[in-house]
């Protein structure tokens, strides 16, 4: 595993064994959860473009991956998550109130709101579960007029207004993945939820064909472009989506 | 945004999240489904009286279902303690790596996935064969409908390929409906044998523990034992259940019990209605129509159709809970890259998120028999579906052979909270199993009831033996030359391609200090 020198916490247990907490601070936030929602659902029917529960998985990643990168919450070396307000006050201040970035707020205040320190594979789960990573998101890109929403008997579906502009980012995300420039910690992490949710098979375009494995083969190149809590997330969503393929579908 | 994510109480998540999980009475029917008691009481119980020769085949059940209870108590609390460990594969490599180091460990799991995927492709094809068969059979004599075997089979092959690819599984509620007809049909067929007795006299003999000292009681054990496989399935879905520890040892328990009680109490009527001295003969007169025709002679033809329907999609439901199976071991091994590069593509998904490649495999090898078979002209009964339900069988036996020495190895190195559940259980059961094994192999050619003189029964338990040799040679190939992914091996979901990641999130207390950068 990496170690990319972005925030380092100590936490010591009642136990003594310490250990090691990772936090980021690579603010400004950018909204990649947005990006997200476009590149994994058809650009003019808003139908997921995986099945419902990796797409719900690769949403709660990116949710997740937002939340981390706006500082608003932290993960710690045995995958525990911890909002900004469990660390508030902490000399290293990486984990901080963001207003600027409501949805990661809400993430923090609703992780805080559980009194245990849960695993992200439970949160992975909860924000996949029901569409509440796809709502959250969703409803942020209706507030802006970037979707349309659409009430359906199972559930709410958001369809993007600008079709074009999704289909761009589709584009994007595939020639970032052919041609592995990536200088932005975002596109790395979409770049790896396509690789860690088997999106990269199936979103390439005639004009840019796309694998999984190349999606991988970029994401080993970007090494200290992203803090180590995001790694610690990535692998948790591949290891959550490869325990759905191997459930028993109910 | 207040809806979204809201959370109903602290401590709400797992809670909400536990909701959607398996409950006792769906995992209870999950794992009887895959035993198909129906199946084994109609066809396996009949044909084992026949191919043994002996009575006591009731009190058998029973003294497996102890054995077996011995086998789960160990391997159950191994399963609540090691996450992602499904396959029996993954209990072998944590076992043996406790015992005799990682390497022993690694090189061992890979030689049982070979023997695991072995074993249930025997017995998914073995089933199909027998749809195909039964079907064919029922047709005809029902209806005068001639239809071919293999074309039963093929057309049962591809539904479940396509059930398989789609990722579509029976519900629990479509598997409870169906279990409960086919119990509800055997209890009946049951009560109608013990209330029109032989001699007017219900007799108890073959319940008598003496039987299990008779000659010949390794292959009835074997036949009881194989009657069970389907049970192991219960820690593949440890991950999936509401409260991990109680819920799959209580399934475990009630499966092995109602099961347990279904085959002996059926076996033990059949031995009322024809009379404990006339069994065999009558069992050996006609081993898959013996049970139903009861039924048939009582209640009239549409009963006995209603209980060919279910034989037939206890066959079917059985034969997808295989392909499942074998789908998942093979998408685990892709995952893992423990398989020769050309095959990573098994560890892939479709869109709908089903390990399509993995199933297809499956697929493939299951026509290709069955094509094999109808252009060779081979019987699809003896020598499809006996014998690939046993060698299936005999590789599941083997498995919960060397699974019950890893339990007892790993509880031994990790410590253990009980003398009696986590070392003597385990071992003794182990010690049990392996002679178990043993007599199979021994009696291979008697158990698919083939003539004497043939020689290819013989040869089919040998097959393991490669598959060991395979799997152990190709594991210290990996070593060598892919030091990764033979780190990986029996890792399954956790294999990443990111690292090695901790499987289990430590809570520490939120007190902290900084260390700097």
Known sequence: MRTSGVGLVMVIPPGGREETLFASRTAPSVLLADDWLFISHGDRTGRPRLSKVVSGLGLAGALLAEAVLAGAVAIDSGTGVWPWQRLAGHPTGFAHRDDSNRVAAVVADQIHHEPEVLPVRVWLEWYADQQRAYRLIGERLAERGQVRVQQRRRGVRYRPVDMSGAQWRVIRICRLIRDGKVTEPTDAVLIGLCAATGLADWVGRAAFPVSCEQAWAVLQSVGDLLPEPIWVLLAQVEIAVGAAVMAHRR | ?517
């Open chain 2, 1 to 517: 945004m207040a809806h979204s994510g809201h959370i109903p109480h602290p401590g709400g998540v797992r809670q909400a999240l536990a909701a959607n999980r398996l409950g006792l009475w769906s995992l209870v029917f999950l794992i009887i489904s895959a035993a198909a008691p129906l199946t084994v009481v109609a066809g396996g119980a009949t044909a084992g009286f026949a191919v043994t020769g002996l009575v006591g085949l009731p009190v058998t059940y029973l003294a497996s279902v102890v054995l077996l209870a011995l086998f789960a108590v160990g391997w159950v609390d191994m399963a609540t303690r090691i996450p992602n460990a499904g396959a029996f594969y993954a209990y072998i490599r944590h076992g043996y790596a406790a015992g005799g180091g990682e390497t022993l460990g690694r090189v061992v799991g890979l030689a049982a996935a070979g023997v695991a995927l072995l074993a249930y492709n025997a017995l998914q094809i073995g089933l199909i064969a027998g749809l195909g068969a039964v079907t064919s059979s029922w047709l005809q004599t029902r209806f005068g409908i001639e239809v071919a075997w293999w074309l039963l089979a093929l057309l049962g092959i591809s539904v479940i390929g396509a059930m398989g690819v789609a990722r579509i599984d029976f519900s629990g509620r479509v598997l409870a409906v169906l279990l409960t007809a086919e119990t509800t049909v055997v209890v009946i067929i049951d009560a109608l044998a013990v209330t029109h007795p032989a001699d007017g006299t219900v007799s108890l003999t073959t319940l008598n523990p003496s039987h299990l000292v008779a000659t010949g009681i390794g292959a009835a054990l074997a036949i009881c034992i194989t009657g069970f496989v389907g049970c192991e399935a219960a820690a593949v879905f440890a991950e999936e259940v509401r409260d991990r520890e109680r819920t799959v040892r209580h399934a475990v328990t009630l499966a092995l019990l109602i099961t347990g009680i279904v085959y002996a109490g059926s076996t033990w009527a059949l031995t009322v209605y024809t009379g404990p001295d006339n069994i065999i003969d009558a069992a050996a007169a006609d081993p898959a129509g013996l049970f139903i025709g009861i039924g048939a002679v009582y209640l009239g033809t549409l009963f006995a159709d209603l209980a060919n329907l279910l034989f037939i999609t206890s066959l079917f439901a059985a034969a997808l809970a295989y392909h499942n199976t074998v789908a998942r071991y093979l998408f685990s091994l892709g995952r893992e890259r423990a398989l020769p590069l050309v095959a990573v593509g098994l560890g892939r998904t479709n869109r709908s998120g089903a390990p399509r490649n993995a199933s297809l495999t499956q697929t493939a090898l299951a026509v290709s028999t069955v094509v094999v078979w109808s252009l060779l002209g081979w019987d699809p009964l003896l020598q499809l579906f006996f014998a690939g339900t046993v060698l299936g069988g005999t590789g599941v036996v083997l498995l919960m052979a060397s699974t019950s020495f890893a339990v007892g190895l790993w509880f031994w190195r990790h410590g253990y909270s009980s003398r009696w559940r986590h070392l003597v259980a385990p071992f003794t059961a182990g010690a049990a199993l392996a002679v178990v094994s043993a007599l199979i192999v021994d009696n291979f050619e008697l158990l698919v009831g083939a003539p004497p003189e043939a020689q290819w029964p013989a040869l089919l338990p040998g097959a393991y033996g490669m598959c060991v040799i395979g799997g152990v040679l190709w594991g210290l190939w990996l070593r060598h030359r892919r030091p990764d992914a033979f780190d990986v091996i029996g890792l399954g979901p956790v294999a990443t391609r990111l690292g090695p990641m901790p499987v289990q999130a430590p809570t520490p207390a939120v007190t902290s200090r900084e260390v700097g950068l």
